[in-house]
């Protein structure tokens, strides 16, 4: 069992609650995942530079001159942002892979949650509401976030086998279920250059869906598809720079409810996580059906192929 | 009319006092307000009560439930009157997965839609559904009526018993020994009843009746090959 909360806002004018609304969605989510929880929110993209956003479990010792360090390293100035375990690196926007080079040899201890042009990550063991105030998840802000309470089954109860995964610029997963096939799919990926951190089943979900859009599937391609080759349970819910899908196995038995008003689309694990949103008495209540691409974007369309 | 403020005083303290109504109660008539999508609301009651939630509920909500009438007046979550004995369940909105699995009696009302699995393992409960139902419905049902106002999903009464499944509009597919059967004197009587009891003003005649061809009750050797 696992808890999910995404919101995606459609009306721009909550973008300064939408840490504040997650957050509340989140904690409402702790009895379906008490070992960990995390959050990935879409806030302003950078200007033609990539965030990486870090985690380490010695902060004070590895953050200290990261970004000076890594400056030197890729002949460039980087800025660093430190929010708790977590720092967000501000980088060139062509220099993601050897910027990761960079940081295994300066800082090997240090983890990379996410990388992209508005993404950050951030996730840590313990309770929802402990997680939530270590980065003041509530005073986020953003266009769309996705939240995860965790309660693992397939990999051990550590930060890096929290949701959300992210696997590729921009990218996240977050995922209730677990999957038979992800060992030998894992060995494929590898095979194929996908570089895979962890030996969790969901982020072997997220780089299918990463490995896939490489390959020129657009996202709904992608999601179409890994309902072909991904076997187990799964109800997904990923995120992109400007998109917000969801999609469910055929059979369908992790529960999943959303809603959506002239100002947001809602998804919850369970309707209890939807309660307090503003206007959710009026807004149209649906669980989304069984093998089902569902997808909404401020800009693009889930056939849109990638760049 | 009692009213039970389900946010101010928990839910344990909902079930006990609902839990507690005698046969010869007084109190007959409740109303539970700000739900806000609790499990297991108004689960296990036992008197001929009336109990109204205003709102949608989570998981189980009447649930094991024995002559009272439990109205939602909202949606439900996964599992609605399940295992129920006798009485009514009503729902305003869409129910979630296994609505009414395993009930033995009473009848079941879902207003919209509900999803999949709905009447799994059903024992002798009538589900009235004035919407669609989902995948899996009915799965080794054993007894009762499953009537569908609207379209039935895949796999429709896969490995079913005894139950008998009318449905008014579409068939996705049927499930493992699930046929199409003759709609006799006797099953539009049974259907009208239901109909009439859960507020539809469809017509008995507009749907076709599914039950099982009876070939898996017995292992057939020439099948063998298959395990």
């Not at chain 1, 992800?182 to 299918?208: C, F, M, P, W």
Request: glycine residues 10%; aromatic residues 6%; charged residues 20%.
């Amino acid at each position: 069992m696992c808890g999910i909360v995404g919101l995606f806002l459609k009306d721009q004018s909550l973008s300064p609650k939408l840490g504040e609304m997650l957050t509340d969605m989140l904690i409402t989510m702790t009895d379906r995942g008490p070992d960990s929880a995390g959050i990935a929110i879409y806030g302003d993209p950078s200007q033609g530079t990539t965030k990486i956003t870090v985690q380490s479990a010695n902060p004070e010792q590895d953050f200290a001159s990261l970004a000076d360090e890594l400056g030197q390293r890729l002949n460039t100035s980087v800025t660093q942002t430190i929010n708790d375990t977590h720092a967000v690196l501000d980088i060139p926007g062509d220099q993601f892979e050897a910027a990761r080079a960079a940081l295994a040899e300066i800082r090997p201890t240090v983890r990379i949650m996410s990388r992209g042009e508005s993404l950050e990550i951030y996730k840590e063991v313990g309770l929802p509401k402990d997680v939530a105030a270590r980065f003041n998840l509530s005073g986020m802000t953003g266009t769309h976030g996705i939240g995860h309470t965790r309660m693992a089954t397939e990999s051990a109860v550590t930060t890096m086998g929290a949701h959300p995964f992210n696997t590729g610029d921009d990218q996240c997963l977050v995922h209730n279920g677990s999957l038979s096939n992800h060992n030998s799919l894992r060995r494929k990926l590898r095979r194929e250059g996908v570089h895979i951190q962890t030996e969790n089943d969901t982020e072997v979900g997220a780089a299918y869906l990463t490995w896939k859009m490489m390959n020129g599937a657009s996202l709904g391609e992608a999601l179409e598809s890994s309902l072909e080759d991904l076997d187990g349970f799964f109800t997904f819910v990923v995120g992109t720079k400007d998109g917000f899908g969801v999609v469910r196995d055929p059979i369908a038995c992790k529960p999943a409810v959303m809603a959506e008003t002239d100002q947001y689309v809602a998804f919850g694990s369970e309707y209890r996580a939807l309660v307090n949103l503003p206007g959710i008495e009026d807004a149209r209540v649906w669980e989304p059906e069984p093998a089902t691409v569902y997808f909404w974007s401020h800009t693009d369309s889930p056939n849109k192929k990638a760049a | 009319m009692q009213t039970y403020d389900l946010e101010a005083d928990g839910l344990r303290g909902l079930n006990a006092t609902l839990q507690d109504q005698s046969k010869e109660t007084n109190q007959t008539s409740w109303q539970v307000v700000n739900p806000k999508g609790s499990h297991a609301i108004a689960v296990g009651l036992d008197a001929p009560i009336e109990v109204t939630v205003k709102g949608s509920t989570g998981y189980y909500c009447a649930g094991m439930n024995q002559q009272a009438t439990v109205r939602v007046e909202g949606s439900v979550g996964p599992g609605v009157a399940e295992n129920m004995m006798s009485g009514q369940v009503i729902v305003d909105g869409d129910a979630s997965q296994y609505a009414g699995a395993t009930g033995h009696g009473g009848l079941l009302v879902i207003k919209g839609n509900a999803s999949s699995r709905c009447g799994i393992s059903m024992k002798g409960i009538d589900i009235v559904v004035h919407g669609n139902i989902g995948h899996m419905s009915a799965f080794m049902a054993q007894a009762g009526n499953l009537v569908v106002c609207g379209d039935a999903g895949d796999a429709l009464g896969d490995s079913l018993y005894e139950a008998r499944l009318f449905v008014r509009g579409s068939v996705k597919s049927l499930g493992a020994d699930c046929i199409e059967k003759e709609m006799r004197p006797e099953h539009l009587e049974i259907l009208k009843d239901l109909l009439d009891r859960a507020g539809s003003d469809a017509k008995p005649e507009e749907f076709k009746r599914y039950g099982s061809a009876r070939q898996l009750y017995n292992f057939d050797v020439d099948n063998s090959a298959a395990y």
